[in-house]
T-cell receptor, first 115, second 113 residues
Framework: DSGVTQTPKHLITATGQRVTLRCSPR?????VYWYQQSLDQGLQFLIQ???????AKGNILERFSAQQFPDLHSELNLSSLELGDSALYFC??????????????FGSGTRLTVV | QKEVEQDPGPLSVPEGAIVSLNCTYS??????FMWYRQYSRKGPELLMY????GNKEDGRFTAQVDKSSKYISLFIRDSQPSDSATYLC?????????????FGKGTKLSVIP
């Protein structure tokens, strides 16, 4: 167990729907990162939060949004879902935004299937 | 040109073989170089990292960086079936209060008993 908790583990939904993915970071970590992993694109950075503030945005679609709450958990909202949004969504956390060579700790992911 | 290129494999080797995994990158500003390992249905986990050029050894694993040719390698000696996983190189870059890792696509390794 990495200490980063993601729920749900699996999600099957229809096109056009909206879903919310939840992440609880490792105890003591203030920074949360969201990644999307698909077979053709690999791991793609979506967004980073630090202590409730957005710090960096990657290839995140306008249909997607995220936030980090005062208790430090984070939610990734995906709306108007398309078949191409089917992927593994990972959350990761670290103590601080700049951790040099220490990287960050990933959760086990949420597998989203859009049908 | 993508920032990080990695041969996706798959790579299949017999137990005990030496495995070589490689990535190339385009941005010479990168200073840290990481390797993550991802088992099936799990999140990636940090295996090891190096700073700047040179080698770093950790047990059966050796990470090597050649900044002049923008080439990073991970060597696994005496490979074991438990090493079967996808290996991803990752390069961190940080800015004003931000930090993100750019990953290669990963190389899927199978070690056959």
């Amino acid at each position: 167990d990495s200490g980063v908790t993601q729920t749900p583990k699996h999600l099957i939904t229809a096109t056009g729907q909206r879903v919310t993915l939840r992440c609880s970071p490792r105890s003591g970590d203030l920074s949360v990162y969201w990644y999307q992993q698909s077979l053709d694109q690999g791991l793609q950075f979506l967004i980073q939060y630090y202590n409730g503030e957005e710090r960096a945005k990657g290839n995140i679609l306008e249909r997607f949004s995220a936030q980090q709450f005062p208790d430090l958990h984070s939610e990734l909202n995906l709306s108007s879902l398309e078949l191409g949004d089917s992927a593994l969504y990972f959350c990761a956390s670290s103590v601080a935004p700049r951790t040099g060579g220490y990287g960050y700790t990933f959760g086990s992911g949420t597998r989203l299937t859009v049908v | 040109q993508k920032e990080v290129e990695q041969d996706p494999g798959p790579l299949s080797v017999p137990e005990g073989a030496i495995v070589s995994l490689n990535c190339t990158y385009s941005n010479s500003a990168f200073q840290y170089f990481m390797w993550y390992r991802q088992y099936s249905r799990k999140g990636p986990e940090l295996l090891m990292y190096t700073y700047s050029s040179g080698n770093k050894e950790d047990g059966r694993f050796t990470a090597q960086v050649d900044k002049s040719s923008k080439y990073i390698s991970l060597f696994i000696r005496d490979s074991q079936p438990s090493d079967s996983a996808t290996y991803l190189c990752a390069l961190p870059h940080s800015g004003a209060g931000s930090y993100q890792l750019t990953f290669g696509k990963g190389t899927k390794l199978s070690v056959i008993p």
